[in-house]
């Protein structure tokens, strides 16, 4: 692990306390202790005396951000910065709010929302007051807020960390903390139309951002629970069978069958029904046919489904995107409270998409298939999870899953020939000569003042070379150098970096040179 | 309160565990509950029994966001990203990188760093693992990540959330959650250069963001170790009567030499000649008067201060800032990390500043005077607690007192006629008859495709007078309308929401001109 530091400090029984949560004395004087809190305790302390490796007078303190976390260089910000560019100008082009939300929220806000993975939400420890829990998405938080603001109607982005107790693979772009990306539009309309523009944005934000080719698959709960229903599936299992579907893009339907008959208890006869119809894709003409089939068109919810599909893909024609959208009834997807279309988007040139193990990617919801960089889908009820009469407020969104096109941006640009600038700086003030610091910091300001980007080096009488060397290191492209000879003349030498060429500018129109010379940056 | 709905759910006695923090009946299984602690209890019991209304069998849960926070609406998001827009816009200008951290850092990187206010930072709770807090400032996590990384020099903005389980008075812009914009400077160079330029910085942003008149008051943390050692101070009274001479802004010199005296036992005489120094201000001439001061210049400390504040104001001068920056004794600031240099912005215009008591600003530091909008300083030391040899790295660094502002700005919206975009749609798609969704949306997908920021109705058949008002209340300064007539022609009705003013044009100069008459938004 790079920049891992030990050092030392306090005492071996200091620690205890803290690495404990109690101190050794507290502990042998708590009565309510139960076995099992014990056996923890004992845990604890041989992992803490491991890591002492024996020496009981001091301990050592690790210099490390937090498991699962990381801190940004400049060089990854730089890639971040870019790439939030590129999406939020597509939501900006999509006529996108933005809001932003706490950090935390009352614990009981969460609860109830994510099912199993509600082990994974990182509660804040009682100092008295409320109980709070970091956010473990975005769509809890948008759908409070709409029910606490009685919004019935919106169109918003929000940028923001969340923060999920998982078992980080950072390697392959898993993170404990990590950004998430939300578009959604919430308000009662027609069908399909929020929907359509929903999957033109993935398909925009994608191909702006250039990571090769991508597929976008779609499927409508309606259709699966329809699905499950005349194959067969007990109601009850409904919610397993889905799950276990959802792994199809991963194992070899050979393997999800058996897991279906022999731990799920399907009857074999459900289960390869269901594995003709998982094996379909296609786009309107497959939503046409499946409304003809006998078996399908027994399920109202199915054929409800079916028509909103074929209605999606005509308005998907409208907006240019069939070339990438496939009609997939594969696509489960695991959260609970999508109640229409699923959708999600996979990156399909091997080359462009790490090493990313099943069930470890993180495409801003719940882990889905491999190379998966965006995920969504209609919620409709979510809201009225938070209203006290109840009222819904329909809504369909996207997640782009901006962490795994970080890790894409940032392999291309390692392996890329062209430099990662870290700063906009345009141009340096420099002097060849000594005892110009004065001239230099005053030119320095004048640019400022005119509002170009201008750099001059915190030293009174730094080396024309280590100057020249800075500007090569940081990609500067402008030197202005000052010399007495300049200064007399009213000039300055500006000098290109990359040709070396130098040439005198009157003081008096440098900023316009400058303003030229760099209009391209 | 706005936004509050109360609904039920749950028991009456599970709620009084959750809102406890301890079960009713384990409340009294606690043999080592002090008195002060079940005083505490009862009182959350009866605040929540308040709460309840009486109603026994149901509890209400409260839909709200955690104390001290707040989720910010697309209009305050719009005023927000034109505040950073400016400031990042001056980072920049001035060569920064960027860098980011997680919002939770160890427990341990935190501990010892901010004095008595360790008791704000906010623990996660132990659910086995690390013990983590959330971030109190950027400034130790800025040396945390420095000595991590071994990373000797560099010149870096943050601008991120952080956490204070303070009192909040949120009407005043103090909040639990708030945000930090860190400008900061680190490197060993010559004396006062960087320092200079944290000052040109605030400057700058005050002036651009345009908040009224302002005042940078300077100070030099060894000028006020060497004028309390002069005056008679005990060593280890010096944090103390520096952190009384804070208070000076508030308080007037009566009330501060009496809680001296009468408080913090310092001789009269002692506190009669601190008194004499802190009523001075002036400019680089102070600093020579003083370097002259016969009782001053017997402290080596006070006169290096001193020397590095002539230099300083130099500086200055070629930065074009000493109209604004004041030398002033009685700045002392709370902070422990400072060395050297330390100053601090007020706004000087009542008018601009919303009412803020005494003690309830939050600069994005600590509580500092009425108006205060930035501060920072010098401080040489703290990177070396993180690194295990000691090895310091010196910084300077400024932040803006980010939320105030944004605090003013939006009350300047309020007041203002301008309307607050929070959207920048150029176009709206409508139509003035029926059925021509399709033909709306294939337009739309065209502009998209072009970069035109445009939206359409998610409705099929929208009335024109409904897509009108939208523009009108969303601000969208145009519509293009398409009809029969419009369609057979190839061309689209271009309309001016504002002049109402409407004119064909074809569809191929359509983007051109959406372009040319929104040129200026």
């Known amino acids: 692990m790079n920049g891992l530091v030990f050092f030392s400090s306090r005492t071996f029984a200091g620690l205890l306390g803290r690495w404990t949560g109690t101190s050794v004395r507290s502990l042998h004087s708590i009565p309510g202790m139960t076995v099992a809190q014990i056996d923890e305790e004992v845990a604890k302390l041989l992992e803490l005396k491991a890591h002492l490796g024996g020496d009981e007078g001091k301990h050592q303190f690790v210099l490390k951000t937090p498991k699962g976390t990381r801190d940004y260089n400049p060089k990854q910000m730089a890639i971040r910065e870019k790439v939030f560019h590129t999406i939020v100008s597509c939501f900006k082009r999509h006529g996108a709010e933005t809001i932003d939300t706490p950090v935390f929220e009352l614990k009981e806000t969460l609860t109830g929302k ?10 804040l420890k009682d100092q008295g007051g409320e109980l709070l829990s970091l956010r473990y998405d975005l769509t809890v938080p948008f759908a ?118 022999n731990e799920k208890g399907l009857s074999e006869e459900a289960a390869n029904q269901i594995g003709e119809y998982v094996s379909m894709h296609g786009g309107k003409d497959l939503a046409e046919c499946l409304l003809q089939d006998a078996k399908m068109s027994q399920s109202k919810q199915a054929c409800a489904g079916l028509s909103d599909m074929k209605q999606l893909f005509s308005y998907l024609e409208l907006f240019q995107v ?75 969104g996207v997640s782009i899953g901006i ?94 970096v990359a040709t070396r060429e130098e040439v005198d500018v009157s003081r008096a129109d440098l900023t316009e040179e400058i303003r030229k010379r760099t209009s391209d940056l």
Chains 1, 2 share one sequence.
């Open 322 to 396: 069939t070339d990438k959208v496939e009609f997939n009834l594969s696509l489960a997807r695991g959260l609970d409270y999508y109640t229409g279309v699923i959708y999600e988007a996979v990156l399909t040139q091997a080359g462009t998409a790490p090493a990313v193990t099943p069930m470890e990617t993180q495409n801003g919801e719940e882990g889905v298939s491999v190379g998966s960089v965006a995920g969504g889908g209609r919620y409709d009820g979510l809201v009225g999870m938070f209203d006290p009469k109840g009222r819904k407020v329909p809504c369909v």
């Open 114 to 123: 994510y099912g199993e993975d509600s082990k994974l939400i990182y509660d």
């Open 403 to 496: 962490e795994r096109i970080f890790s894409i941006m940032e392999q291309k640009a390692e392996v890329s020939t062209e430099k990662v600038r870290t700063t906009e700086v345009q141009i340096l003030v420099a002097s060849a000569q000594k005892n110009l610091v004065e001239e230099r910091l005053k030119l320095t300001s004048e640019l400022w003042g005119a509002g170009i980007k201008a750099e001059v080096m915190y030293k009174k009488n730094p080396k024309l070379l280590s100057q020249l060397q800075y500007c090569e290191d940081a990609g500067i492209p402008l030197v202005a150098i000052l010399g007495e000879q300049e200064l007399k003349d009213g000039v300055v030498k500006l000098r290109t």
């Open 144 to 261: 409070r807020y709409l029910a606490m603001n009685k919004i019935t109607n919106i169109k918003r982005y929000h940028i923001a960390k969340v923060y999920r107790r998982d078992n980080p693979a950072m390697t392959r772009g898993r993170y404990r903390e990590f950004y998430q990306c939300d578009f959604d539009i919430a308000g009662q309309y027609d069908p399909m139309i929020p929907d359509a523009e929903c999957l033109r944005i993935v398909h925009e934000i994608l191909s702006e951002l250039d990571l090769g080719d991508f597929r976008i698959k779609v499927n409508d709960r309606r259709i699966l629970d329809g699905m499950f229903a005349v194959c067969g599936v007990p109601d009850d299992k409904f919610r397993t069978i889905c799950s276990t579907v959802d792994k199809l893009d991963k194992l070899p339907w050979e393997d999800v069958k058996n897991e279906m008959v």
